[in-house]
């Protein structure tokens, strides 16, 4: 039986981290899928961060919505910067990822385990995941 991603419900590193790119990332005339124009701040002429993200004091990024750790999800999914879609979860890929893990330590959520990615067979699946 296939586990959900824990992500698709949990967002902390959303509401933790600065995410700032490079101000290409949001020009529209340089590639279609930029960042929305009222989605980023300036941080230098060069840098921009998603607008929330750059708060010393509880970051949250504009396009999260939903509640961290039980329906949050990013709102312009598709045309999140590179940071968003670089960030690895903890043993997404086997790795242990300490960055993860501290942002869903800050927001009240335990660390990703390997298990949380592994697909068990439940007690009606024989070893081929065929239920019997
Ligand atoms: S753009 Fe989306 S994925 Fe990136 S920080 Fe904001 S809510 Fe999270
Ligand atoms: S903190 Fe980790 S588990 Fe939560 S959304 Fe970010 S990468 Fe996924």
Redesign the pocket.
């Known amino acids: 039986m296939a586990k959900p ?4 419900d ?5 509401a ?1 981290f600065r995410v700032a790119f490079y101000w290409r990332e949001a020009e529209p005339s340089d590639h279609a899928s930029a960042v929305p124009q009222d989605h980023f701040v300036e941080l230098t002429p060069m840098q921009r961060a998603m607008k929330g993200t750059e708060k010393k004091h509880r970051p949250k990024c504009v396009a999260l919505k939903g509640k ?2 039980e329906n ?1 999800g990013c709102s312009i999914y598709d045309l999140r910067p590179s940071p968003c879609r670089a ?4 043993f ?1 890929n086997g790795i242990h ?1 300490q ?6 330590r800050a ?1 009240g ?1 335990r660390p ?1 385990v390997k298990s949380d990615w592994l697909e068990f067979p439940t007690p009606q699946e024989n070893k081929s995941g065929i239920v019997i």
């Open positions: 991603n824990p992500c698709l949990c967002g902390a590193c959303c933790y961290i750790g949050a960030f690895q979860a903890s997404e990822q960055r993860c893990d501290e942002a869903r927001h959520l990703l």
